[in-house]
């Protein structure tokens, strides 16, 4: 069978439909639907890559795609930026836009949006409902980390083991959390709910040390009304912390960092 080389222009070709510039976190958070099952390490793409002839490109984020089976991969080649999608079985790739039918929605280009967010990107805190914010610390300390969490969020458990040893330490840390369930985690939703209704941080303890949550002994807005916010702030993933001077911090952080970051919080600009 004859083999065709892939052009080495292609990539360029491909980055070039969607040039943004680019923001990657690189710590862990739930954005979509976790999967135990596969894997895809950037050394790994960077080989696919070698493979098609793109050496020069940088591998900048790799996660889900919004179709199973696929994972999407933000890459960028000497200043262009762009999306690449990668098989479970990682033997093919394909270039976007993924479109979802029943919106008509570039899932690519909001994906590109969404990574050209710049890294200290500030939201007005003042524009976030603390009132039935689950507190953890002092509801007095001076400093305030807002932070959305989901309960069936792996990465929100391992956040939550993190805040615990800071307001161990530092009396002067209070952390307030508002419950935004992902809507592909089926029972967060309910679980929010439920801990809401019970305003009980015990409760969400629980929950993330794998112990049953009851339903909801109440019916609440609160859960709906955090996930309209936390879309109006474009805030799509969890965790999300919310630092006191408004800086947007996404994915799992240790507390020594979660430390040092409040520390810094308003001295910047």
Request: proline content about 7%; aromatic content about 8%.
């Amino acid at each position: 069978m004859k083999k065709y080389a892939v052009p080495p222009c292609l990539l360029a070709v491909l980055l070039s439909l969607f040039a943004f510039s680019a923001t990657v976190y690189a710590f862990g958070g739930c954005e979509e639907d976790c999967q135990k099952c596969h894997s895809l390490e950037k050394k790994e793409v960077r080989q696919i890559l070698t493979k098609l002839r793109a050496d020069d490109a940088d591998v900048l984020d790799i996660k889900m795609s919004p179709v199973r089976g696929l994972w999407e991969v933000t890459v960028d080649e000497k200043g262009k930026k762009g999306v690449l999608y990668v098989g479970f079985s990682k033997k093919y790739v394909m270039p976007g836009p993924i479109f979802a039918v029943d919106t008509a929605e570039n899932k690519t280009q909001e994906s590109l949006s969404a990574a050209n967010r710049p890294a200290d990107r500030y939201i007005d805190v003042s524009k976030i409902p603390l009132d039935d914010a689950l507190v953890m610390g002092d509801r007095n300390a001076p400093k305030r980390v807002i932070v959305f969490t989901d309960p069936d969020c792996p990465y929100c458990a391992k956040l939550h083991a993190e805040l615990k040893k800071v307001v161990t330490e530092r009396r002067d840390i209070s952390f307030y959390l508002k419950l935004m369930p992902l809507p592909f985690h089926p029972d967060s939703h309910w679980k929010s709910e439920s801990i809401v209704c019970a305003k009980s941080l015990e409760m969400l303890d629980l929950n993330f040390s794998k112990k049953p949550v009851p339903k909801p002994s109440c019916t609440t807005k609160v859960v709906d009304e955090t996930i309209r916010v936390g879309k109006e702030l474009g805030i799509t993933g969890t965790p999300t912390l919310i630092m006191p001077d408004g800086l947007v911090v996404f994915g799992t952080r240790d507390a020594k960092t979660i430390e040092r970051l409040v520390s810094e919080s308003g001295k910047k600009g």
